[in-house]
């Protein structure tokens, strides 16, 4: 553990970034300990979307598939879900499910997104869909898959480190943004 007495709480080895160089690892520390993690990314990223409804995610989403993505099974849902961090410390999920239909087989394609990303900047929920999204092509993580992410959201790598950067913001000090599109918290 990471102890600072100047914020007087403890800082636990960073998990979300954990895969990072160890000089990465610190400098995010030092935003933290300087109390500036939240201005780092309000600056990058100061605007929160607007697709807070399921119907508008689902819109959002399939513009993000027809535009990169055409030749890929059809997505019956996609929907904001509660549950997806608490059960599987996940941040989307993408379900396929099979079934036989008098003699013909049927394909379910849904994707759900954690609630969490209802109110944040566009750019961390079009990562998130991207890495969704190339689950419709690429079923496990390898060089294809996150070539693939990389495809459909050019910039999808420095997207997923300022997510998980946005994740450490939020378990540590609250919500970033307020509950309009215009911009941070008070």
């Given amino acids: 553990m990471f102890y600072c007495t100047k914020m007087r709480y403890n800082l636990p080895m960073l998990k979300t970034i954990s895969g990072y160089s160890p000089h990465l690892q610190s400098q995010v520390r030092q ?14 990223y100061p605007q929160v979307h607007a697709h807070s409804t399921d119907r508008a995610l689902y819109a959002f989403v399939q513009e993000m598939k027809n535009s990169r993505l055409k030749n890929t099974a059809p997505l019956s849902k996609v929907l904001y879900d509660t549950k997806i961090k608490e059960l599987n410390r996940a941040l989307g999920m993408h379900t396929f499910v099979s079934r036989v239909q ?3 087989l049927k394909a379910k394609n849904e994707l759900r ?10 750019a961390f929920l079009r990562m998130i869909v991207a ?13 294809a898959f996150y070539k693939l992410c990389v495809y459909i959201e050019p910039n999808y790598h420095q997207l997923e480190f300022d997510t998980r950067l946005y994740l450490i913001y939020k378990e540590r000090f609250g ?8 911009g941070r918290q008070e």
Wanted: glycine letters at 8%.
């Fill in 31 to 44: 935003l933290i300990e300087q109390n500036k993690l939240g201005d780092y990314l309000f600056v990058r």
């Fill in 102 to 104: 008098g003699g013909k």
């Fill in 113 to 122: 997104i954690s609630h969490l990303f209802k109110n944040a900047p566009e």
């Fill in 131 to 143: 890495h969704e999204l190339a689950h419709l092509k690429e079923k496990e993580h390898n060089k």
């Fill in 175 to 182: 919500e970033l943004y307020g509950t309009n599109t215009t």
